[in-house]
């Protein structure tokens, strides 16, 4: 079997949904296909919309976003010849609770995204005369209630999955929601954005796929974002390892937790054109691949640098360290960077929500500065030359070198 991943710029029309459709049509895939989606368009930034005016106690802007929400879907599913209703009945009211917390509100309702979308594609797929069926992960892909970034059971999912499987006749689609998944007490939760590829991922793994593919509107995994490097290369293949380490540094082609599951399981992920179905794409596996051998660009936008000073000018690396992590981790940062000396220490973190509350907690022991609109640039493969070029008409407040990596955090 195979599994396949669509993100939302894939489907976020009509037209995609009828591409969508000749893809899984060009599928060999005798023993079945997973098809993995994700909200349509912009959908989720829509619905985080909702849960942030709800919580304000926008109730007007929040319903007329929900019916803007509700509407972009309708139009949809017109066009593709579905009759909204009868073949599909979208859900009329806001899943939102005012006496949860934001975060649990958050989940239940970002989650409908993914619910709508998949629904639409399994009918029109079903309508088209394929054979399909359609899961609602929430009942499937068992998770704790860390909402926004729920950690997933693996025992316990592997074991519905599988036996959801089983049930199917095969060969078989199924269309299933990525990015989401639910607790022991059916509650609904998000694995944190760009999760969907994740999703995917595991699936893979759970039924021993032959292959998993992602489906993106790029040739396939290129040296650089296109929208900023005008000269980008395709990197045809490449290891496990060398994907695990770009994601980490802000790639965004591929989710950080999406390769270990694959690579468990020496699973081969594809990223593939949607546009251009028959293009090579991308590769990632083990075997038979050498190094990257092009240098590679890769920008994480929207960074905070900080850093913290002992107030008592103790070594901070040797008798603190500890500390300062364990409040970063309780404050859920994403760690991009570190850099010490003696007496300091900067970590350059992704510039969340969490921010605020994690600086006021380290000032209480620590003195604190940082700089906020900054953005990471990591370049694998660096030379002087291109080092230099880099550099050239930015201000770099902090640089890390190493034989073949450099890092600069730059000023947006």
């Known amino acids: 079997m195979k599994v396949y991943k669509f993100g939302g710029a894939s489907v976020k029309d009509a037209a995609g949904v009828r591409n969508l459709e000749k893809i899984v049509r060009l599928a060999d895939a005798q023993d079945g296909l997973m098809v993995v989606v994700s909200a349509m368009g912009k ?3 829509a619905l985080e919309r909702v849960v942030e005016f709800l919580d304000a106690g926008k109730e007007e802007q929040a319903l007329n976003q ?31 609770d005012p006496t949860l917390p934001f975060d649990e509100n958050y989940d239940q309702v970002v989650s409908m995204g993914e619910l709508m979308s998949t629904q639409i594609i399994a009918v029109y797929l079903l309508k088209q005369g394929l054979s399909v069926e359609w899961w609602n992960m929430p009942k499937l892909l068992r998770t704790d209630d860390t909402w926004r970034e729920a950690k997933v059971d693996n025992d316990t999912s592997a074991a519905t999955i599988r036996a959801g499987w089983e049930r199917t006749n095969r060969p078989q689609i199924v269309v299933a929601q990525g990015f989401i998944g639910g607790t022991a007490d059916g509650k609904r939760t998000t694995l944190g954005r760009e999760g969907s590829d994740y999703t995917a991922a595991l699936l893979g793994n759970y039924l021993d796929a ?22 980008t290369v395709l990197i045809p293949s490449l290891r496990y390892q060398d994907a695990v380490e770009l994601s980490y540094s802000g790639a965004q082609i591929i989710h950080p937790k999406t390769i270990r599951p694959l690579e468990n399981k020496q699973i081969p992920l594809f990223v593939k054109p949607f546009g251009n179905p028959t293009a090579e794409g991308s590769k990632i596996a083990a075997d038979g691949i050498g190094p990257i051998d092009v240098p590679v660009y890769i920008w994480r936008k929207n960074q905070i640098l900080i850093t913290m000073r002992a107030k008592d000018f103790a070594f901070v690396l040797e008798e603190s360290l500890s500390e300062i992590f364990e409040i970063i981790h309780r404050h859920r940062l994403k760690v991009a960077l570190i850099q010490s000396s003696a007496v300091t220490i900067s970590v350059c973190v992704d510039n969340t929500r969490f921010v605020p509350e994690a600086i006021d907690e ?43 990596t450099a890092r600069l955090v730059v000023k947006e």
């Open 362 to 404: 380290l000032k209480k022991h620590f003195n604190v500065t940082y700089n906020d609109h900054l953005s990471l640039l990591t370049i694998r493969g660096t030379t002087p030359e291109i080092l230099e070029r880099a550099k050239a008409g930015r201000t770099i407040m902090l640089s890390q070198t190493t034989r073949r």
């Open 66 to 96: 929900w019916v803007d929400i509700i509407d972009y879907h309708v139009a949809i599913m017109k066009e593709l010849g579905l009759k909204p209703g009868s073949d599909i009945r979208l859900q009329g009211e806001i899943p939102f």
């Open 210 to 231: 032959e292959s998993v593919t992602i489906w993106k509107d790029v040739p396939g995994i290129l040296n650089a974002d296109p929208r900023i490097e005008p000269d």
């Open 43 to 45: 959908t989720t930034n």
